[in-house]
Structures are given as structure tokens and as C-alpha cells.
T-cell receptor, first 116, second 110 residues
Framework: EAGVTQFPSHSVIEKGQTVTLRCDPI?????LYWYRRVMGKEIKFLLH????????ESGMPNNRFLAERTGGTYSTLKVQPAELEDSGVYFC??????????????FGPGTRLTVT | RKEVEQDPGPFNVPEGATVAFNCTYS??????FFWYRQDCRKEPKLLMS???SGNEDGRFTAQLNRASQYISLLIRDSKLSDSATYLC???????????FGTGTSLTVIP
């Protein structure tokens, strides 16, 4: 079974530009999450989709960040316009709610974003 | 106050040693608890879930104390391949949002 995949693995952009990150969850996983780790800090929650609906977006830092999951499959996270403080590693995770282990999340390899 | 507090280490231990990591969490209504392992520049990978009754997986033992809001991980007979950062993870009330500790760095020395 393929794991969570993310594209691109690395992105270097200038301040003010736009970047779109993509995440493909594990097939059949209804729950999709975005997280971010900025340098020296812990991994922090951004938002949670259940299928195509945003269940919780309390962690989104501001309105420069837009996440979508049209059709309930893959998701995109767009940053527009990017600022220096947006640099970090963006992780995507997915989970499938089961009675035996309902909350385990499986992470993708991350996208390392550098804003210069 | 952080949701999850972990000693960042680093822990440098010889092969074969036993090492223990601890973390505390602030939300008494948290639903689930995990230890994840993260290798350098890789994604976090689930090591084990943590239950109040305690659970063991080979050389790894995890324990949860809900009254003290404390989670532990014990690694016995350390291997070189155990070198990594160990992340303590606690969920929100709903169980969906993960709160991560900053991680504890372990290096097992030959």
C-alpha cells in the first residue's frame, strides 16, 4: 500500500511569490491533515479535512494560506503571497477512522519550503 | 504553556543500554497518545500508541498516567538503529488534532 505522498519535496521561492503544495493521502483515508514545522519549533497543526470538508482550520496562521481538497482525494495548500516566516517543513498526514485505532495518523515526507 | 513538554536531550547512550523518555501534557481531556519516531529530514513514523494499561512492543514499552498527565517510553537493549528523535504526541479532545512535543534526540553509540 502506497503511503502519503507530497509534492514538491523542496521549494525555494522569493518573498511575495505564490507556492502550492500538494498532498496525496493513503487511498481510502477520509481524514487529511496539514502540519508545519518551523525551525527550532515543534510540529504544529494547521487544518483537518474529512473528505472534502474542512473539519478544523484553527491552526491556519492567516488568510495567506488556503487549503483545498476538491473531490475528497488529494489536497493542496497554497501560500499567497509568501513571507519569510512561512519557511519550514509542511507535513501532510492521513488517517482512516477504525474502531481499534481511530486516531493514528500517517505522515508524508514533507515539503521543505524556503522563502528568501 | 505548551500542550506537550519533552526533554529535548540529547541522550547519548551505549549499545545495549536502557533509556527512558518522558513527557507531560496539559489537556486532561486528550483522547489518544502516541510515540512517533523521526529520523533526520524524514517524516514522523508511528512507533506505538500509548494506553493506560501500558503496552509493550519488543524492546519498547510505553506507559500513560492520566492522573499525572505523564507519558513515558522505555527502550531496552538499545541498538544503533534506534538513533533518532522521539516525538511525544497527544491528541485534542476530539482526537483529530495532534499536539507534538519538540522531540527527544537519542544517539546510540557503538
Amino acid at each position: 500500500e502506497a503511503g502519503v505522498t507530497q509534492f514538491p519535496s523542496h521549494s525555494v521561492i522569493e518573498k511575495g511569490q505564490t507556492v502550492t503544495l500538494r498532498c496525496d493521502p493513503i487511498s481510502g483515508h477520509d481524514n487529511l491533515y496539514w502540519y508545519r514545522r518551523v525551525m527550532g519549533k515543534e510540529i504544529k497543526f494547521l487544518l483537518h479535512f474529512v473528505k472534502e470538508s474542512k473539519q478544523d482550520e484553527s491552526g491556519m496562521p492567516n488568510n495567506r494560506f488556503l487549503a483545498e481538497r476538491t473531490g475528497g482525494t488529494y489536497s493542496t495548500l497554497k501560500v499567497q503571497p509568501a513571507e519569510l516566516e512561512d519557511s519550514g517543513v509542511y507535513f501532510c498526514a492521513s488517517s482512516h477512522r477504525r474502531t481499534d485505532s481511530p486516531y493514528e495518523q500517517y505522515f508524508g515526507p514533507g515539503t521543505r519550503l524556503t522563502v528568501t | 504553556r505548551k500542550e506537550v513538554e519533552q526533554d529535548p536531550g540529547p541522550f547519548n547512550v551505549p549499545e545495549g543500554a536502557t533509556v527512558a523518555f518522558n513527557c507531560t501534557y496539559s489537556n486532561s481531556a486528550s483522547q489518544s497518545f502516541f510515540w512517533y519516531r523521526q529520523d533526520c529530514r524524514k517524516e514522523p513514523k508511528l512507533l506505538m500508541s500509548v494506553y493506560s494499561s501500558g503496552n509493550e512492543d519488543g524492546r519498547f514499552t510505553a506507559q500513560l498516567n492520566r492522573a499525572s498527565q505523564y507519558i513515558s517510553l522505555l527502550i531496552r537493549d538499545s541498538k544503533l538503529s534506534d538513533s533518532a528523535t522521539y516525538l511525544c504526541v497527544v491528541t485534542s479532545n476530539t482526537g483529530n488534532q495532534f499536539y507534538f512535543g519538540t522531540g527527544t534526540s537519542l544517539t546510540v553509540i557503538p
